[in-house]
């Protein structure tokens, strides 16, 4: 797929409020969200926010409930409008277009999934799946086969004439994820779009994900308030908070070196085994490296620990993508990157003079 | 005291002046257009006549077979199917298959002409609160306002007859649909229409293919409701010259004929709970989307 369906947010602000024109520059110039409420009775929805998503990547904006977060994802197809800034997809700002040119782009450059499915409640599954298509102006024909095999890849072939509220939450969303996917749209956007099923539904939709977007490699904006949802899926994730951007890097990134306390507080209970991958703690090869176990770059800690302790050694040789070794590391070293490191909390909670 | 006493009200020559000035001015009103309008209603008068006099003079047994069959089409109940027919022999039976014929013609037209004008008036309304702030108090008006007060301009207007008649059945009849329809499409979740939205859907199409399917519940139940004032309105109706059976009930009144009073009475009675049961199921019909639910 093209390497131009990258997205990117350029100093988007966003202020709700009849005048939130007005309040751009005084927020720019470091008016808080508390003083803007308070003074001028407007709500700050989005700060400054700066993110380069990268073309067919997982890009996910993690937040908890009031961060800005869906508001942020609304600005991509402009269901909100920007107070100011641009979002440029493939050279065009999409906050300039017009009606007719905004319409074109949600349909065919765009898919969305809703937390709450937004399903068509008076459609089959199948009138459902086929509703973007369909909006495209495609012949009912072309529409039904496409729904078809959509519905068939996430699971709910022969279900195609029940409806919505026939099917269960995860059913539910795999109808929406079917619509979505129908669409063949390059950018999909996730608004919290597994946040309202059950952890093991939840589990098998991120699965299922993962494996469509190894083949499809959409550019997908997920949004969600689960910091495990996000290292699990996220090649890259910027938290927000307050409507500003804190943080953003690779799930590692954050993991490892969290920028503030509050994000040390959030990846404090994290499963740093599974995060982690070796080719970040490895360090140069020492010593022979025949007779070793060899481990991929990008294996976890926890896959690391496992074989070091099934193979009974204490190091281990890191192969890089050519299949040379690049690195080496040891038992201690694992152990070392799985445990919370003390040392750094400490350093980040008291602020450098 | 004498100030307190009696209210200040008007001079007795200045209120008299005032109301012969309103009287006159629409009397001037009434000759000098009074013929336009009456043009312009008269396709709407060939329409019911045309209507009214195919209904008559369809042979009976054939009448029949075709509300039986409009019948089970609406609800898929044998037992209404079966109830409407022995309810329409017994009505001819008694003598009043004219007038019944004459009503049904009144009810279908007016009803029509209520849901032409009242769904897309119900839409606008649903689209801007400007429109909905308007419409709502002429509504208002529309509902609680004595039928007897508007028969009057409308009489001085077109007169005596069917078309009069038609109007005064609808002014009475169309707030609830036009109501139901703004409400429904109101009521839309508005989840589903972001959906709609992000998917490119033009307002037209979230239109046609979202808030209508979904609205329609609740405008089923303003059709209903307007058919139901429809019928209400027979009576009253009969006294400007429309005919049908609110006639009979009117001469029952002023003659005191308990009998005939009560026969035609029921007629109606009859038939509106025909109508209301055939289209209540109509409605739930359309919505078997909602039967079942996953639990």
Redesign the interface.
Known sequence: MADNNGIELRGLFKIFGPHGKKYVQAVRDGMTKEELNARHGHVLGLKDINISIPASKIQVIMGLSGSGKSTLIRHI?R?IEPTAGEVIFQGQDICKMNKADL??????K???V?Q?????????VLGNAL??V???GVSRKECEERARRWLARVGLDGFEDH??????GGMQQRVGLA?ALT?NADIL?MDEAFSALDPLIRMDMQKILLDLQEELHKTIVFITHDLDEALRLGDRIAILRDGEVIQQGTGQDIVLHPADDYIADFVKDVNRARVIKVGTIMSPVSGPANGFPTLDAQASLEQAARLLSTKGKDRAIVLGNDGAAEGQITLRRVIDAMVTPVASEKEVSQPET | MDFLGAFPQMGRTELRDLKKGIDEAFRHFSRTHGQAIEDFFHPLLKFLVWFEKLLLATPWPLMIAIIAALVWLGSRSIKMTIGSILTFLLIGYLGMWKDTMSTLALISVATFLCILIGIPLGILMARSDRIQAIVTPILDIMQTIPSFVYLIPVLMLLGIGKVPGLIAVCVYAIPPVVRLTNLGIRLV?R??L?????????PR?KLL??QL??A?PNIFAGINQTIMMALGMVVIASMIGVPGLGVPVLKAVNNQYLALGMMNGLAIVAIAILFDRVSQKFGKRL????E???G
């Not at chain 2, 972001?194 to 490119?200: I, L, R, Y």
Request: charged residues 20%; hydrophobic residues 40%; without cysteine.
């Open positions: 197809n269901l319409l074109r782009f949600r349909r065919h765009t898919a969305m809703f709450k499915f937004a399903l068509l409640p008076h459609r089959t509703y973007g369909e909006l495209q409806y919505p509220n026939q099917l269960s619509r669409n956007l | 979740d989840d589903v972001e959906a709609a939205d992000a998917f490119g859907a033009s199409q293919s979202v399917p979904l329609l919505q078997k989307h909602s079942t639910i996953h």
